[in-house]
């Protein structure tokens, strides 16, 4: 009877602990040879987003064992796909995530339909016979490894510097809904200052949302991430698109033709940014906002918070001082919204009536 009571008792406390565990579990980061490889294999494409060149010493190698492959048939092959299909920026970190090795020969996991539309029309077995010769031919495997001391003292960097400014539990309280989510840091050492979040679906498997970061030397101290909040803000902004992205398809009516309004007008700094329809106009706006709220609402200095703000005025998303302030009136008023999804209604109506006031701006100075 006593030794029925303690395995019961010790149950309740393995339970406990694996859920106090879980809720706190840090999230990893992550280097990635999938993601380096089609990094490289662009960069060696001459795609511009992926020549950046930004990575010291790891550049110069880079450029040293990949150079004599510009005319290999997988190089001439991605310029192709980039010609024809548009294969550049997110489409390439989209690939690289749902790719798999086995040390020979590159495959690719999950479903076709879960690359996005640019690669809808590619023949991925084709693109695959192409991507292993070359990672065949240039040794790639070779390369990766003899880099791991490099990539795991810049991870280490990274989780010391930037780390610990993400607060995971800031998410599920702000949107109002659980993430069913695995999240997925990764530094991206090819590509300069770009930014990506993919994420992929897997069958049987929760899907999984990356934040793959840049990596770039400074040019004043010769070190990357040696100023974590500087990098913070990408981060946060790449987990926030989880919860975002979602809420457009479940608000189509009522956004997209302020989207299609938004870039319509603002085409120009939109597209020079790879923003180039209505659905992506509104979740990068709402994505933005949503970064200063949680700086706001995390300790950020109030001169950091206005460097955002300004930063992102900057790239022409002039409407976010008037997003900010509604979606601040959602973040102190959450006895009337459960979830941001609740509170679509008002973000439309708040970036419609900018579009008013300016258009009324414009035909006044007219």
């Given at each position: 009877?006593?030794?029925?009571k303690?395995?019961?008792?010790?149950?309740l406390?393995?339970?406990?602990?694996?859920v106090?565990?879980?809720?706190?579990a840090?999230?990893?980061?992550?280097?990635?040879?999938?993601v380096?490889?089609?990094?490289?294999?662009s960069?060696?494409?001459?795609f511009?987003?992926y020549?950046?060149d930004?990575?010291?010493q790891?550049?110069?190698?880079?450029?040293?064992?990949?150079a004599?492959?510009?005319?290999?048939?997988a190089?001439?092959?991605?310029?192709?796909?980039?010609?024809?299909y548009?294969?550049g920026y997110?489409?390439?970190?989209?690939m690289?995530?749902?790719l798999?090795?086995d040390?020979?020969e590159?495959?690719?996991?999950?479903?076709?339909?879960?690359?996005g539309?640019?690669?809808?029309?590619?023949e991925i077995?084709?693109?695959?016979?192409?991507?292993?010769q070359?990672?065949?031919?240039t040794?790639?495997?070779?390369?990766?490894t003899?880099h791991?001391s490099?990539?795991?003292s810049?991870?280490?960097?990274y989780e010391?510097n930037?780390?610990?400014?993400?607060?995971q539990?800031?998410?599920p309280r702000?949107?109002?809904?659980?993430?069913?989510e695995?999240?997925h840091?990764v530094?991206?050492?090819?590509?300069?200052?770009?930014n990506?979040?993919?994420?992929?679906?897997?069958?049987?498997?929760?899907k999984?949302?990356?934040?793959?970061?840049g990596?770039?030397?400074?040019?004043?101290?010769?070190?990357?991430?040696?100023?974590?909040t500087?990098?913070?803000?990408?981060l946060?902004?790449?987990?926030?698109?989880?919860f975002?992205?979602?809420l457009y398809?479940?608000?189509?009516?009522?956004?997209h033709?302020?989207?299609?309004k938004m870039?319509e007008?603002?085409?120009?700094g939109?597209s020079?940014?790879?923003?180039?329809n209505a659905a992506?106009?509104?979740?990068?706006?709402?994505?933005?906002?949503a970064?200063?709220?949680?700086?706001?609402?995390?300790s950020f200095s109030?001169e950091?918070?206005?460097a955002e703000?300004?930063e992102?005025i900057?790239?022409?998303?002039?409407?976010?001082?008037?997003?900010?302030?509604?979606?601040?009136?959602?973040?102190k008023h959450?006895?009337l919204?459960?979830?941001?999804g609740d509170?679509y209604?008002?973000?439309a109506?708040?970036?419609?009536?900018?579009?008013t006031?300016?258009t009324k701006?414009i035909?006044?100075?007219?």
């Open positions: 009877m006593i030794h029925q303690y395995n019961k008792l010790f149950l406390l393995l339970v406990l602990l694996t106090v565990t879980s809720a706190n840090q999230i990893k980061v992550e280097a990635s040879e999938k380096e490889l089609m990094a490289i294999l960069r060696t494409a001459g511009r987003e020549c950046m930004m990575g010291g790891y550049t110069k190698d880079t450029e040293a064992w990949f004599p492959y510009k005319q290999h048939p190089v001439v092959y991605m310029k192709d796909l980039r010609s024809k548009n294969i997110d489409a390439v970190m989209t690289a995530i749902n798999e090795t040390g020979k590159i495959m690719m996991t999950g479903e076709k339909l879960n690359l539309n640019r690669w809808q029309n590619i077995d084709t693109f695959l016979v192409h991507l292993s070359f990672y065949a031919d040794r790639f495997h070779d390369f990766y003899q791991q490099f990539y795991e810049v991870l280490r960097t010391k930037v780390m610990q400014y993400f607060h539990d800031w998410y702000f949107y109002g809904t659980k993430p069913t695995r999240f840091v530094i991206g050492f090819t590509n300069g200052s770009g990506y979040g993919p994420s992929r679906q897997l069958p049987g498997h929760p999984e949302v990356f934040a793959i970061c990596y770039n030397i400074d040019e004043k101290t010769g070190k990357a991430f040696e100023n974590g500087d990098y913070a803000a990408t946060i902004h790449e987990f926030n698109h989880s975002v992205n979602p398809d479940a608000n189509a009516n009522i956004l033709p302020i989207g299609e870039l007008r603002y085409y120009r939109m020079n940014q790879a923003y180039r992506s106009v509104i979740n990068e706006s709402i994505v933005r906002a970064v200063i709220i949680y700086m706001q609402e995390n109030a950091q918070i206005k703000m300004y992102q900057t790239r022409d998303f002039l409407w976010m001082p008037e997003l900010v302030t509604a979606m601040r009136h959602y973040s959450r006895n919204y459960k979830t941001l509170y209604p008002k973000i109506k708040c970036l419609e009536k900018y579009l006031a300016e701006r035909e006044n100075a007219l």
